[in-house]
């Protein structure tokens, strides 16, 4: 790939609201992870870019009094969808520059590790937040991948696409340029970040709202009111003092958050919500979610949407709606406790019975 390509490459990626780029080639990704890349067969290298997040489009999606967090990036229409239809458009011109199909892009729906290509083509470094820094830039970006199969020349390449910037990229082999404020890891909630550029799943909120299933009652209570996604390790990291945020990012309508209780694939609301990128996860974990932040919230007014939904042909979310009394009969609410002793009658699923009989023997604690 000629120099010449590359400027006209990277002058196309800023009309897309691109901020910084990088080419590695293909060879310098681990074996392992390229047997798992098949759609990489024909590629000698990839284009990596970086894009803004929304600029904080709203405090909330959520038509509620309830203070329930979602994460910055998530506020917005769904990523995977607007950079996903820039990248065709930018590989498209890719491919007249060149001469040559490129016809993979990829944002968040493969195999490769983002984070780890675009730190080893330069752009930036991982942080003790275990997060891509980009100099002169921060983490708070979206990064898209472009196959190519024409080779590159030397050492990876990256810069900033930003006209006011003098991008002040890493060197090959220097590997951090991460201050010792250690801000991101006295910061986070659940002492997820070891200082080392490395997160313990279990202990970090942003995953444990993606995870599946049944999570421990300790979680639960990590979790707090945040339904999808936490910033605390950003929004303290010095590197993210820079505006870099985008004020066109198209929104979705606000959503009442008894809408999640009530999902289903088929109506309108879900519909909605698809909008979002969060979707993706599917309803049982929106739907958890949802449950878990309500009843650490107390929030009475939802026992008719809970009650409803206890009826859930998923055993997992009727262990939720058994959180939800269970926390409400914790703060002295009777009926929460009568509910939650007949859920547990009810039960006929065996990890259910056993979940829920623990949560009514926490109450009687409470209560003795």
């Given at each position: 790939m000629s120099p010449s390509n590359l400027t006209?490459?990277?002058q196309s990626a800023r009309k897309y609201d691109f901020i910084a780029a990088g080419v590695i080639k293909t060879e310098t990704i681990p074996a392992a992870v390229l047997k798992k890349a098949d759609f990489l067969e024909e590629a000698r290298s990839l284009l990596v870019?970086?894009?803004p997040y929304p600029n904080k489009p709203r405090e909330s999606i959520f038509n509620s009094e309830l203070d329930i967090y979602l994460s910055r990036y998530a506020r917005g229409l769904d990523y995977h969808l607007v950079l996903g239809e820039k990248l065709k458009k930018l590989s498209a011109e890719v491919s007249r520059f060149t001469g040559k199909v490129h016809s993979w892009t990829g944002v968040d729906n493969h195999p490769l590790d983002e984070k780890r290509i675009a730190a080893r083509a330069g752009?930036?470094?991982?942080?003790?937040?275990?997060?891509?820094?980009?100099p002169g830039i921060g983490s708070m970006v979206f990064l898209g991948l472009i196959a190519s199969p024409i080779d590159i020349k030397g050492k990876?390449?990256?810069?900033?696409l930003k006209p006011e910037d003098n991008f002040p990229s890493l060197e090959?082999?220097?590997t951090s340029r991460c201050k010792n404020c250690q801000l991101c890891v006295t910061s986070c909630p659940g002492g997820a970040l070891s200082g080392q550029g490395n997160l313990t799943k279990e202990k970090c909120i942003s995953q444990l709202t993606q995870q599946r299933g049944y999570l421990e009652h300790s979680q639960l209570r990590l979790i707090a009111n945040h339904f999808w996604g936490c910033?605390?390790?950003q929004l303290?990291?010095?590197?993210?003092?820079y505006n870099n945020s985008l004020s066109d990012w198209n929104l979705p309508g606000k959503i009442d958050p008894r809408e999640f209780l009530q999902l289903d694939y088929k109506s309108s609301i879900f519909r909605d919500i698809s909008r979002y990128p969060f979707s993706w996860r599917g309803k049982r974990v929106l739907q958890r979610n949802m449950l878990i932040v309500i009843s650490n919230l107390k929030a009475g007014n939802y026992h008719s949407s809970v009650q409803e939904l206890s009826g859930s042909p998923s055993p997992v979310i009727r262990y939720y709606c058994g959180y939800y009394y269970y926390n409400l009969a914790a703060a002295g609410n009777k009926w929460a406790a009568d509910s939650l002793t007949s859920l547990l009658q009810q039960e006929k699923e065996p990890e259910a019975r056993q979940r829920l009989a623990v949560l009514v023997g926490k109450l009687k604690e409470k209560q003795e």
């Open positions: 006209k490459i990277f870019l970086a894009h752009l930036g470094f991982i942080g003790r937040n275990s997060l891509l820094i980009i990876p390449l990256a810069v900033s090959p082999g220097e910033d605390d390790c303290v990291c010095p590197y993210n003092s």
